[in-house]
């Protein structure tokens, strides 16, 4: 700003600079001024190079008329105490919304939100690093889905609990949730258990290979001899790249198989009612055996959720299908599981999506 300039003495921003902010503006164009909140910025290009800082946002209202491709990017403005922000999607594709380094759009610190084509989200600032989230168009919402797989999904116990992931398994849109694609069609075989640091509360696993888990990820445990140790379990500690630690009691030594869960997880606005609905076609690898579908939350079954489907001769498809409500807690993470109760015949989830919305 040239000395003597003149400010606009509502917002405080120099006049020249107000005289730029028109429809059209291209969100390459850089800034360091906080606008004041009644200015609009509309007829935006998101950004291509899709990364935490591109097409930075320089107002309080913005419509974004450009999305040309999933996950284009814009990053919001700095978090002030009590200022609202509002984001419109009218492109063509899903947008991708980074907060300032250092803030929170409610999905975690520096972690995008979505916003689908022709959806809205709006904001309050609630202290120097928060947003929450005033409301939505579409409500918080999040979407797993895959499409025309091929490869079967590996069933390596009878009655055992296995945590759905593939290769082709991918997040729909989201908002105020995050996507994990977990095992992303491998699991890993278990070769040996031991007590774990815990001593009577925790089991140590070594995987055969790196098992690239973390604290919090989703896993089940099957064909092992010792039935404590099977299930669906929450990863409590990762002691190096082939060990892991879960909540059970140790007795012996045991070998068997894990997979890691394909995950949804509620960010720390979206907590609240939620409806389930999920949809599958399957065709199974053995005649007559009879598989059940279930929805966990973290460790635990959400109840009145599961379906059970029996497959008769082995290649025909059937389709099948589930749903229910939920209450959901920040930081809650949802997970798919099929059980064979018949064997260990395999099953091959051709189409599959679960879809959660709040109420």
Known sequence: MESGEAIDTVSGVPLSLKANEVEGVSLTEASSHILHASEMHTGLTASTTQTQGQGQLLSSFNEIAVCANDDDTVTAPAVVKGRHLEIINNGAKILQVFPLS?????????????????????????????????????????????????????????????????????????????????????????????????SGVDIEVTTTGSHGLAVGDIVSQSNLTNPVYEGVFVVKAIISATQYEVAAVFAATDTGTMDQAATLTAGAEAMGDYRISWWASATNETNNHTFD???????????????????????????????????????????????????????????????????
């Open 102 to 198: 250092g803030d929170n759009l409610g999905a975690g610190v520096d972690v995008a939100i979505q916003i689908p084509s022709g959806q809205s989200v709006e904001y309050i600032g609630i202290d120097t690093t928060d947003w929450h989230i005033e409301s939505a168009t579409e409500g918080f919402n999040a979407d797993m889905q895959q499409t025309q797989n091929t490869t079967a999904f590996v069933m390596s116990g009878q009655d055992n609990d296995t945590c759905h992931h593939s290769a082709v398994l991918a997040a729909g849109p989201l908002l105020g949730w995050t996507f994990d694609a977990g095992g992303a069609g491998t699991s890993f075989p278990i070769a040996s258990i031991a007590d774990g640091a815990a």
């Open 293 to 359: 579908f279930k929805v966990y939350n973290g460790a635990t079954q959400v109840t009145g959720i599961e379906t059970r489907r029996k497959f008769g001769t082995a290649g025909d498809f059937g389709s099948l299908s589930g749903g229910g409500g939920v209450t959901i807690a920040a930081g809650d993470v949802l997970s798919f599981v099929i059980t064979n109760t018949s064997g260990t015949g395999n099953l091959t989830v051709r189409n599959f999506n679960m879809e959660i919305t709040k109420d």
